[in-house]
């Protein structure tokens, strides 16, 4: 990336375009600048000092990103980024059927259910979950429950029949992989994003004119039956597998105590933290031993794991990037036509980004 990067930047200047300028510029420059101050105060000055070069790495790929939207490449990254969730929904799929039946397309898998509970007991009493692809469940459970409000979006207004077919498609393969993932923070995520994005829907004028054409009260009865049904089909499904997941008390318990500790560290270095991303590192000062895994390097809440890090700066400088952020996300949506192909992307993309931040509160 840094290669890459340098790359674009050099030549960008010999070219002398334009830098791809942003109304978050400024609040990234600050959170930027805020991690390098915590990392001059870092309890583990290397780690921190990676963490820095990735924040710079990520600013500039956004920036990298903004360039080619403004080029005309916006349709092409969609399609790059639907692609790849493509790809992994093929790869989390093929862990489930090698789990299931004992395929060895993956290592790990030598025998199948079927061998053993037989046609009679074709459902296991306790379900695999995914976690092979994109190395755990939870990061993969994020993926795809941030692409799932902007398909919906692209699949209500593309007006290309294979464009909607595609999108249906995927978001029936990502559903079933979500619900494989048995991730509460995925499910969080759509309990957030899927509510705003019909809150968001109603202002369409062509669902205002399919509703006022549904004149009739046994027509708008039945499609609130629908609902109503798939609302208890899913709620079904939930408590299917929610039999299935066994005990999640351990998770929790370790959850309360990172943030207990994320709170502590806060209290200690209010100012800068203990360090951009040197959580992991100062975490073992304060962690109960009984719940502590060595590989957790995070607070498992985004806010509690940047006070821990980069104290009150880092605090006021994600609250001003966040709140940019969301003035900048709702005047594009007021500015675009409503009802039209990039009214409904900018909505979905408001609703999935809002989706990842109750994600965050506990992932």
Known sequence: PTVGLSAWVI????????????????????????????????????????????????????????????????????????????????????????????????????????????????????????????????????????????????????????VRLGMLLWLVAAAVILVFTFSRGGILALAVSLPLLLAGATQSPQLRERWSALSRGRQRAFLALILILGLVAIAGAGYFVVSRMGERAGGDAVRQDLWRSAVAMLQEHPITGVGAGSFGFAVRQYRNPLLAFDHIATGHNLYLNVGAEMGVLGLLTGGWLLLALILVWWRRWEGSPPGSASWWRVLGVGAALAGLAAQMMVD
């Not at 005309?72 to 969609?78: C, P, Q, S």
């Open 11 to 162: 030549v960008s200047w010999r070219r002398r375009a334009p830098w791809p300028r942003t109304a978050l510029d400024l609040p990234l420059l600050a959170w930027m600048a805020a991690a390098l101050l915590s990392m001059a105060f870092s309890v583990d000055l290397r780690t921190s000092l990676h963490t820095a070069w990735q924040t710079g790495i990520g600013l500039l790929l956004l920036w990298l990103m903004v360039a080619a939207v403004r080029r005309g490449w916006e349709k092409a990254l969609w399609q790059v980024t639907y692609l790849a969730g493509g790809v992994v929904c093929l790869l989390a799929a093929t862990e489930l059927v090698s789990w299931y039946f004992g395929l060895p397309l993956l290592p790990g898998f030598q025998q199948g259910w079927p061998e053993l509970g037989g046609l009679l007991d074709l459902v296991p009493p306790t379900l695999y979950r995914l976690g092979f692809t994109l190395s755990h469940s939870t990061v993969l459970a994020a993926f795809l429950s941030l692409l799932v409000p902007p398909a919906i979006c692209i699949a209500v207004s593309s007006r290309v029949r294979d």
